[in-house]
């Protein structure tokens, strides 16, 4: 099945400054790579997401790009502010017309220092 | 307010006992999907279920035991056969044609003693 892996574990970045987050998937099929953010005691919330026929998406302060060859896709935050402190995780699936099964990566903390 | 409701937010059990953890969306989504989040760990798929009547396991579902009687509907039961139920439990749902995004609930953290 498939296999996601994330780093780093944990970041820690001033204001200002950007935050990058990458993972790695196994299962070539894999089509869609969700990102999201989750604060303390509740649940995940979609931030972004990127489909295997595009590179690179961006919304606002956050883009993700997709490297189909070599099975990696990474999270961009730029202009980091306090707020942007969570857990952040990223996901894969191969999804399209069924219930999209997502495997998960372990998480990234994301801390964001005045 | 629309989207997916979890309840109760906290809950606390006696181990031996079983315990019935409950997911509404008011999304029209036709899957639904439950989680499990252990501490500083990614989320692990229990059971999903694409259409009422109809649900498939997931990576990790000994233990657990699912219905899908109502589109809207898809409660958990942890059962006392589950050697590790304490986590915090996490319901999602999606289209199944189309926008394929996954929403998620605010979660219950299960407490088995």
């Known amino acids: 099945g498939e296999n996601v892996e994330q780093h780093p574990s944990t970041l820690s970045v001033q204001e200002g400054d950007s935050a990058v987050i990458k993972c790695t998937y196994s299962?070539?099929?894999?089509?869609?790579f969700p990102w999201y953010k989750q604060e303390l005691g509740k649940g995940p919330q979609l931030i972004i997401d990127?489909?295997?026929?595009?590179g690179e998406k961006k919304d606002q302060r956050i883009a993700v790009t997709l490297n189909k060859t070599a099975k990696h896709f990474s999270l961009h935050i730029t202009e980091t502010q306090p707020e942007d402190s969570a857990v952040y995780f990223c996901a894969a699936s191969k999804g399209s017309g069924t219930a999209s099964k997502l495997t998960f990566g372990t998480g990234t903390r994301l801390q964001v220092t005045l | 307010d629309g989207g997916i409701t979890q309840s109760p937010k906290y809950l606390f059990r006696k181990e031996g006992q079983n315990v019935t953890l409950s997911c509404e969306q008011n999304l029209n989504h036709d899957a639904m999907y439950w989680y499990r989040q252990d501490p500083g760990q990614g989320l692990r798929l229990i059971y999903y279920s694409q259409i009422v009547n109809d649900f498939q396991k997931g990576d990790i579902a000994e233990g657990y035991s699912v219905s899908r009687e109502k589109k809207e509907s898809f409660p958990l039961t942890v059962t006392s056969a589950q050697k590790n139920p304490t986590a915090f439990y996490l319901c999602?749902?999606?289209?199944?044609?189309?926008?394929?995004?996954?929403?998620f609930g605010p979660g219950t953290r299960l407490t088995v003693t």
């Open positions: 990127i489909r295997s026929n595009v």
């Open positions: 299962d070539s099929a894999s089509n869609y």
């Open positions: 999602a749902s999606s289209m199944t044609s189309g926008s394929v995004e996954q929403y």
